[in-house]
């Protein structure tokens, strides 16, 4: 399990970011992480989304927040999707 924050905080371009990385990979964009696919998950709409957003930034839960559970996919084919999924233009 891995978590990160983007640095981008905008909606559109957390989306594109998730576009972009499901279209590129194997990896799968959902809120479940018991599965040996790698799945990529937004927590600050997913398992937080019910709480507030000030409650959600005080647990370090910011907008630009994911999980990534990696599973059995090849390494490569991860990190390329992530790489595209990071590369999205302005």
Known sequence: MVSFVLREQSFDKLKQFVDAVRST???IYGESLASPETILAY???MSH???PK???DSLGIVDGFFRLSVGFE???DIIAGLRAGLEVPD
């Open 54 to 56: 000030d409650i959600r």
């Open 74 to 76: 090849d390494a490569e």
């Open 43 to 45: 927590p600050p709409i």
């Open 49 to 51: 989304g019910s709480l």
């Open 25 to 27: 990979s194997p990896i």
